[in-house]
């Protein structure tokens, strides 16, 4: 089976050249600005090789795209991968993964030199970074601001576990709430459990640091409980 796809590790949607016969296909669906720069310098080497005319317009942001190449998969892929190897000081390294036909992969740095006769994919992405990422600034601020408000047991409960122990206002039932990239939370529906009847309370908000939904969810707990309840009823 000859390459079939070329995959690229795209900022958001989806970027990647697919076989359509002898030419290929290349979709692209929500570019960011980064998608855009490399989808630049990929058009400008296909007008070098005239495969492109002079005139194609570049893609914008935010804008989908699919469009014929008038070129073989082994002409389109090297090209592709070379345009969009990672630039910059500092940048990681770009690699392209090959899928052969026995489902074994091989990795190149960049481009790679010459195309396995045996290969039915291809990605290319940026090498990951090695060590643990530091917290972000927003999160960092959250914490702080969650240690203020917690009391002496629910602290070095959440530190240990990554949840704590909340008693409604209204009911005084007990509540589990979840700190939702710990480990405990893996697998739960939510991030409030009745601790008594492991009920999860229907109420998130992924738009804020996960330290400050649990703060809004644990202070829901003590201080708004009816109400929580009344939202979790109405989902």
Same mark, same amino acid.
């Given at each position: 089976m000859a390459l079939q796809?070329?995959?690229?590790?795209?900022?958001?949607?989806?970027?990647?050249?697919?076989?359509?016969?002898?030419?290929?296909?290349?979709?692209?669906?929500?570019?960011?600005a980064a998608d855009v720069r490399r989808l630049v310098r990929f058009f400008n080497a296909l007008k070098r090789m005239d495969i492109l005319p002079?005139?194609?317009?570049?893609?914008? =942001?935010?804008?989908?795209l699919s469009l014929a190449l008038?070129? =073989?998969?082994?002409?389109?892929? =090297?090209v592709l991968a070379g345009a969009t190897r990672t630039r910059g000081k500092g940048a990681p390294a770009t690699w392209t993964a090959i899928r052969m036909e026995n489902a074994t992969l091989t990795v190149d740095d960049g481009v790679p030199a010459d195309m396995p006769g045996a290969a039915v994919a291809a990605v290319t992405l940026a090498a990951p970074k090695r060590g643990c990422p530091p917290p972000s600034a927003a999160a960092r601020r959250a914490s702080q601001v969650l240690r203020t408000f917690l009391t002496t047991s629910q602290w070095p409960s959440y530190l240990r576990h990554g949840w704590l122990h909340a008693y409604g206002n209204a009911t005084g039932k007990a509540y589990a709430v979840y700190h939702r990239d710990e480990a405990a939370a893996r697998g739960l529906p939510r991030c409030v459990i009745e601790f008594d009847?492991?009920?999860p309370i229907c109420a998130w908000d992924d738009a804020v640091p996960a330290e400050e939904e649990l703060l809004g969810l644990t202070l829901a707990v003590q201080h708004r409980e009816a109400w929580l309840r009344r939202l979790a009823h109405a989902e």
């Open positions: 796809h070329w995959f690229v590790a795209a900022e958001c949607g989806d970027f990647r050249v697919e076989r359509t016969g002898d030419s290929c296909l290349l979709t692209v669906e929500q570019a960011t002079a005139h194609q317009a570049p893609v914008l =942001p935010g804008a989908s008038p070129a =073989p998969m082994e002409s389109i892929g =090297p009847t492991g009920r």
